[in-house]
């Protein structure tokens, strides 16, 4: 043990009391991820942590020892393992062993993954990452695409080429606002990002699947002027909320039909673009000019890691190279090669692709196939358990690897406390939402499963405290 505190280091020295601290977090990191049950994890006030914590940005440093001491005590503990197996929450993440092993080695690299010219090995691995998941969606040749930091800025980069590309098209809609069309279900980063961009949404109010016709039908109820500014049509496969497809091929008709960019939001759902047995719910869905799909949920990538892929990469590349005599030399063709930021909102950036390339070149794509598979598995086995149970039952099928379901007689306030008294107790992290029909919404309970570790007994034990 070496105590940092009391000496004043130069920021970059090297000397045995680094390589000892070095060790110390190795040892850290090797305990975190060898351990199937990591703690829970339950927040604290601000106050609390205050209190607990104290000031640790001082002149003089407080010293590694105590910073990653109090990390190990106080911090981590007030933070969700969002891998824990009873984490059945949002969209939880069980990133796999070997892939955080190589964020570290990431980190370590120190890469700059905007341009070739600086991270040509590391881009070229992240490179044959992105063909596996390009091969996934069944998207024509010299379609290709780029890991973004998560499912948000995918859809903002595909929003933004959407637009770029409509106002190429025809120099009349640059003075037009934008407006796009897509499904209630859709994620809240739809609309969101719409704004960001300065667009408009209109909504196929839906919580179920959007089909071909509820678009064309609400295409047509658009005033002329309304229907020149529509640009883009964005369906979800596999909705955050319970893991709806929407009818990808006759939405992919229409909008071939309307010359409208088609966009898929598959953040959640994409993993399951490797699952056999629900592969055929997704297609059409390499008729879209655009894909997002988040690596960070379902393919079991540590955060952060999300992807876009385009059918037409040369048409994001005019929406988002940036320009700047600074920036000449790595566009030079002496330079040549694949330049990540010139597909997407981000320039600086991490190669945040590599840890899902060293997972998947170390374990196999069938590994990721099968993983998956227990996540839809697993959601059919809950769905089992719940009709059996008699105080639970279904509100709809399982959707990929989601199930709402309610406990009978429950209100609102009952699932809330229910939540509440299972994270605090360091149990399970389940959190209710809302399923929409027609125009009452509903207070449901909602379990997502991502993680391979999560047991039926888990299952029984969560059930359990609903009795
Ligand atoms: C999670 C999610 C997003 C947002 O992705 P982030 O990685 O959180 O930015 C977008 N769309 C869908 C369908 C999602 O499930």
């Given at each position: 043990?070496?105590?940092?505190?009391?000496?004043?280091?130069?920021?970059?020295?090297?000397?045995?009391?680094?390589?000892?601290?070095?060790?110390?977090?190795?040892?850290?990191?090797?305990?975190?991820?060898?351990?199937?049950?990591?703690?829970?994890?339950?927040?604290?006030?601000?106050?609390?942590?205050?209190?607990?914590?104290?000031?640790?940005?001082?002149?003089?440093?407080?010293?590694?020892?105590?910073?990653?001491?109090?990390?190990?005590?106080?911090?981590?503990?007030?933070?969700?393992?969002?891998?824990?197996?009873?984490?059945?929450?949002?969209v939880p993440a069980a990133?796999?062993?070997?892939?955080?092993?190589?964020?570290?080695?990431?980190?370590?690299?120190?890469?700059?993954?905007?341009?070739?010219?600086?991270?040509?090995?590391?881009?070229?691995?992240?490179?044959?990452?992105?063909?596996w998941l390009?091969s996934l969606t069944g998207?024509?040749?010299?379609?290709?695409?780029?890991?973004?930091?998560?499912g948000?800025?995918?859809?903002?980069?595909?929003?933004?080429?959407?637009?770029?590309?409509?106002?190429?098209?025809?120099?009349?809609?640059?003075?037009?606002?934008?407006?796009?069309?897509?499904?209630?279900?859709?994620?809240?980063?739809?609309?969101?990002?719409?704004?960001?961009?300065?667009?408009?949404?209109?909504?196929?109010?839906?919580?179920?699947r959007?089909?071909?016709?509820?678009?064309?039908?609400?295409?047509?109820?658009?005033?002329?002027?309304?229907?020149?500014?529509?640009?883009?049509?964005?369906a979800t496969g596999g909705t955050t909320?319970a893991g709806i497809i929407d009818?990808l091929?006759?939405?992919?008709?229409?909008?071939?039909?309307?010359?409208?960019?088609?966009?898929v939001d598959a953040a959640y759902g994409g993993g399951a673009l490797a699952a056999d047995s629900v592969r055929y719910l997704f297609n059409g869905i390499e008729?879209?000019?655009?894909i997002t799909i988040d690596p960070h949920k379902w393919l079991f990538s540590?955060?952060?890691?999300?992807a876009?892929i385009?059918?037409?990469?040369?048409?994001?590349?005019?929406?988002?190279?940036?320009?700047?005599?600074?920036?000449?030399?790595?566009?030079?063709?002496?330079?040549?090669?694949?330049?990540?930021?010139?597909?997407?909102?981000?320039?600086?950036?991490?190669?945040?692709?590599?840890?899902?390339?060293?997972?998947?070149?170390?374990?196999?794509t069938d590994v990721y196939k099968n993983a998956v598979e227990r996540g839809i598995e697993l959601a059919q086995?809950?769905?089992?358990?719940?009709?059996?149970?008699?105080?639970?039952?279904?509100?709809?099928e399982p959707g990929l690897s989601c199930v709402?379901?309610?406990?009978?007689?429950?209100?609102?306030?009952?699932?809330?406390?229910?939540?509440?008294?299972?994270?605090?107790?360091?149990?399970?992290?389940?959190?209710?939402?809302?399923?929409?029909?027609?125009?009452?919404?509903?207070?449901?309970?909602?379990?997502c499963f991502i993680n391979p570790?999560?047991?039926?007994?888990?299952?029984?034990?969560?059930?359990?405290?609903?009795?």
């Amino acid at each position: 043990m070496n105590d940092f505190a009391g000496k004043t280091y130069a920021l970059h020295e090297i000397d045995i009391h680094l390589v000892e601290m070095t060790l110390d977090i190795m040892k850290y990191v090797i305990g975190r991820i060898t351990e199937k049950n990591p703690q829970l994890g339950y927040f604290r006030s601000e106050e609390e942590l205050r209190e607990m914590v104290g000031n640790t940005i001082t002149p003089h440093g407080i010293g590694g020892e105590k910073a990653l001491e109090l990390w190990k005590d106080v911090l981590s503990k007030a933070s969700v393992s969002i891998d824990h197996p009873r984490h059945l929450a949002f969209v939880p993440a069980a990133p796999s062993r070997a892939a955080v092993m190589f964020d570290l080695v990431t980190s370590a690299a120190s890469i700059h993954g905007a341009y070739w010219m600086e991270g040509a090995g590391g881009i070229f691995a992240e490179m044959q990452a992105m063909e596996w998941l390009v091969s996934l969606t069944g998207m024509p040749e010299g379609s290709f695409g780029v890991f973004t930091s998560g499912g948000t800025l995918a859809n903002l980069s595909a929003i933004v080429t959407a637009r770029e590309t409509w106002r190429r098209d025809n120099e009349e809609n640059c003075a037009r606002k934008g407006l796009i069309i897509t499904s209630s279900g859709a994620h809240s980063s739809i609309k969101a990002m719409a704004q960001v961009t300065d667009a408009e949404i209109i909504f196929v109010e839906t919580e179920n699947r959007m089909m071909g016709a509820d678009l064309e039908a609400k295409i047509n109820t658009l005033s002329a002027e309304d229907r020149q500014r529509l640009f883009a049509v964005v369906a979800t496969g596999g909705t955050t909320n319970a893991g709806i497809i929407d009818d990808l091929e006759g939405i992919a008709e229409v909008c071939e039909k309307e010359k409208l960019w088609f966009h898929v939001d598959a953040a959640y759902g994409g993993g399951a673009l490797a699952a056999d047995s629900v592969r055929y719910l997704f297609n059409g869905i390499e008729r879209a000019d655009s894909i997002t799909i988040d690596p960070h949920k379902w393919l079991f990538s540590p955060y952060d890691c999300g992807a876009v892929i385009y059918k037409n990469p040369q048409l994001a590349k005019k929406a988002h190279t940036q320009e700047g005599s600074y920036l000449d030399i790595f566009k030079d063709e002496g330079a040549n090669g694949f330049n990540p930021s010139d597909y997407q909102i981000q320039l600086t950036r991490r190669v945040r692709g590599l840890p899902l390339w060293f997972s998947l070149a170390m374990h196999g794509t069938d590994v990721y196939k099968n993983a998956v598979e227990r996540g839809i598995e697993l959601a059919q086995i809950a769905a089992l358990k719940i009709i059996r149970n008699r105080n639970t039952e279904l509100v709809r099928e399982p959707g990929l690897s989601c199930v709402l379901f309610r406990r009978i007689g429950w209100k609102a306030e009952d699932y809330k406390n229910w939540t509440y008294t299972n994270h605090k107790a360091g149990f399970a992290l389940v959190t209710p939402t809302q399923w929409r029909s027609g125009d009452s919404f509903e207070t449901v309970a909602r379990f997502c499963f991502i993680n391979p570790d999560t047991s039926e007994h888990d299952i029984d034990a969560i059930l359990a405290t609903m009795d």
